[in-house]
């Protein structure tokens, strides 16, 4: 059986920096018919992806936690990505965005060789990822371009 590791709440991220240190907070508030301890189980099974390492194909979770009057709200401090498979394929790349030796990402006037074998190792990261989620007996159900992100450019 596997267990459900799925985003039901359009929640916003927001850049954070404490000392010095860049990341996303993602704040989830109970509502409706998501509970505090759907919540919680949402926060387990990113623990359990989580313990030994992670994976590298995985966003790394900082700290998580309920804050504000019992249970207001929960926040999710993960690593800050730089740019998603969404923003990637409509364009919305901006030219002043810090550039890796090896980038994930190629410019759409690359030759063509080489959009396809980017194209292949954006697909083999998301595999992967998705490959190690799997051999932990749960499932993402919210895979898409907007979720799919690297902190490399």
């Not at 359009?10 to 998501?34: E, H, W």
């Not at 292949?120 to 159900?141: D, L």
Request: aromatic content about 10%.
């Amino acid at each position: 059986m596997f267990n459900s590791v799925a985003n039901r709440v359009r929640s916003p991220f927001s850049r954070r920096v404490i000392n010095r240190q860049a990341f996303a907070r993602k704040v989830i508030r109970p509502f409706g018919s998501l509970t505090k301890s759907e919540i919680e189980n949402e926060m387990k099974a990113i623990d359990e992806l989580s313990h030994d390492g992670g994976h590298p194909n995985i966003i790394t979770v900082l700290c998580h936690d309920w804050r504000g009057p019992p249970f207001s709200f929960y926040f999710i401090d993960m690593e800050l990505c730089e740019l998603s498979l969404h923003h990637y394929i409509h364009g919305d790349r901006s030219l002043d965005q810090p550039r890796s030796a090896t980038p994930l990402f190629v410019c759409r006037d690359s030759p063509f060789p080489t959009i396809a074998l980017n194209v292949w190792m954006i697909m083999s990261h998301i595999t992967r990822g998705v490959e190690f989620i799997h051999s932990r007996k749960q499932v993402h159900r919210d895979l898409k371009p907007r979720n799919s992100t690297s902190s490399i450019c």
